[in-house]
């Protein structure tokens, strides 16, 4: 099987081609940014459904993924804001170089310029995939990637997937509200939210999170992450970022409902 498209379309194609005869051969050709830098590469397959996101699904290797940046020609500003939405976690927590560079770059990205579109794919694959080949079925390690999707998967699901919210804008979304926890817990410094606020406010990203400056809609969200997927018991498994570059270990960070909404509170301080 072939799958070409974007994220939904290789993750649902994938599925298929997993389960049809127990396993068939996959091929993905992902035509947009966000399924270049995350959703064609780790091998995840999946569904969507009314009780969470990514619930239904197995974990299957493609064959061959053939990724080109012509496709990317015809996306629109709001589907590059959600392919640099994960380029953008993939520099918070594994590579602070990656980072600066996208604090000089991440323009160009949005211009479409060849050279650092490429750069900043290839640079997001070898990230995702150094955390993917060291634990493959997502049982510790590789839930790093999930920084910042605790959020933005509730954000997606609150919304019933709709299409006024893309997948990278809740994570944008998430990101800053899991760096405020953070920063609550007293993992990271101010300085690394500031750091993060910066680029937001360089790439006109913060609309993205200006309806959580409200505590009472960050609160709204908490139903939600109780059927993430990382969870194995009543608690939050929080991925949580210790500065630029480095996030906590994975299963470090649960968290019980009544722990979350206090900490939300505290937000405002910050």
Request: proline residues 2%; charged residues 25%; glycine residues 6%.
């Amino acid at each position: 099987m072939i799958g070409i498209g974007g994220g939904i379309t290789g993750d649902v194609s994938a599925f298929a081609a997993s389960i049809f005869k127990r396993g068939i051969n996959f091929i993905s050709i992902p035509t947009t940014l966000l399924a270049q830098v995350d959703a064609a590469i780790g091998g995840k397959t999946g569904v969507n459904t009314k009780q969470g996101k990514n619930l239904i699904g197995t974990f299957s290797q493609p064959r061959l993924v053939i990724s080109d940046t012509s496709f990317l020609k015809s996306l629109s500003k709001k589907e590059m804001v959600c392919g640099y939405a994960e380029i953008l976690k993939h520099a918070l927590i594994k590579d602070n170089k990656f980072f600066n560079w996208l604090k000089l770059n991440s323009k160009h990205i949005f211009l479409k310029n060849q050279k650092k579109l490429i750069y900043a794919i290839k640079k997001s694959c070898e990230i995702k995939l150094f955390f993917v080949n060291k634990d493959v079925n997502e049982k510790n390690l590789r839930m790093t990637l999930n920084f910042g999707h605790t959020f933005a998967h509730a954000i997606e699901v609150k919304n019933n997937y709709s299409k006024n919210v893309t997948h990278g804008e809740a994570v944008l979304s998430g990101m800053m509200i899991e760096t405020k926890l953070s920063l609550v817990k007293k993992i990271c410094t101010l300085k690394t939210l500031k750091d993060l606020e910066k680029i937001y406010n360089q790439n006109n990203l913060f609309y993205t999170f200006e309806k959580y400056l409200n505590i009472k809609n960050i609160k709204k969200l908490v139903p939600y992450v109780k059927n993430d997927k990382k969870n194995d018991d009543e608690k939050i498994n929080f991925i949580l970022i210790r500065k630029i570059g480095k996030t906590a270990p994975p299963n470090k960070n649960k968290i019980t409902i009544i722990q979350l909404k206090k900490y939300i509170s505290n937000f405002n301080k910050y």
